[in-house]
Antibody, heavy 120, light 110 residues
Framework: EVRLVESGGGLVQPGRSRRLSCTVS????????MHWVRQAPGKGLEWVSG????????AYGESVKGRFTISRDNAKNSLYLQMNGLRLEDTAFYYC?????????????WGQGALVTVSS | QSVLTQPPSASGTPGQRVTISCSGS????????VNWYQQLPETAPKLLIS???QRPSGVPARFSGSKSGASASLAISGLQSEDEADYYC???????????FGGGTKLTVL
């Protein structure tokens, strides 16, 4: 069974940092690109960042570029999102997502989401 | 304002056929494949249609997808109450170098 489990969510003050983790099982993690997608409460989906299987290609959405850093550790079956300079508008559920297409966003499995609330 | 344009809402009665449109441009839908996601209330999204028209294992044949030029559509035939959910289209955008989503369509089964 494929499982993606996010952790690290919580309440954080504006301007501070937070690191999300995603631990996966049930598939060969090192073979797949992975992404983060977020959803503000009551709003639509927004792609945040993606990373290829070997970290050779990384991309970010415009709203997080320069503030967020995606990384992975294939030995630990884990994906990470380091979020710096958090803003109120970063409040959202953050989903860890497996890409079945190699890079181009065929999101076949999603985690349950980690809620990050940015508030003073 | 989402890069891909979807109607905010759609509705139908049980047994009806409903379609949801998704409009993009030459850098996204016009150049790449479209995926559709279903999000039931209080749950994570789920892949519904892959690569314009492919149904992943377990997705009922009532769901179908198509693409023409820079637009795509999702059709649901034999509408059921459990189809009440939010539906999102998505595609890679060559200009933005990332995945773009539609704003979502809330489907109500009357």
């Amino acid at each position: 069974e494929v499982r993606l489990v996010e952790s690290g969510g919580g309440l954080v003050q504006p301007g501070r940092s937070r690191r999300l983790s995603c631990t996966v099982s049930g598939f060969k993690f090192e073979d797949y690109a992975m992404h983060w997608v977020r959803q503000a409460p009551g709003k639509g989906l927004e792609w945040v960042s993606g990373i290829t299987w070997n970290s050779g290609r990384i991309a970010y959405g415009e709203s997080v570029k320069g503030r967020f850093t995606i990384s992975r550790d294939n030995a630990k079956n884990s994906l990470y999102l380091q979020m710096n300079g958090l803003r109120l508008e970063d409040t959202a559920f953050y989903y860890c997502v497996k890409d079945n297409s190699g890079w181009y966003g065929d999101f076949d499995y999603w985690g349950q989401g980690a809620l990050v609330t940015v508030s003073s | 304002q989402s890069v891909l344009t979807q109607p905010p809402s759609a509705s139908g009665t049980p047994g009806q056929r409903v379609t949801i449109s998704c409009s993009g441009s030459g850098s996204n839908i016009g150049a790449n494949t479209v995926n559709w996601y279903q999000q039931l209330p209080e749950t994570a999204p789920k892949l519904l249609i892959s690569t314009n028209s492919q149904r992943p294992s377990g997705v009922p044949a009532r769901f179908s997808g198509s693409k023409s030029g820079a637009s795509a559509s999702l059709a649901i035939s034999g509408l059921q109450s459990e189809d009440e959910a939010d539906y999102y289209c998505a595609a890679w955008d060559d200009s933005l170098n990332g995945v773009v989503f539609g704003g979502g369509t809330k489907l109500t089964v009357l």
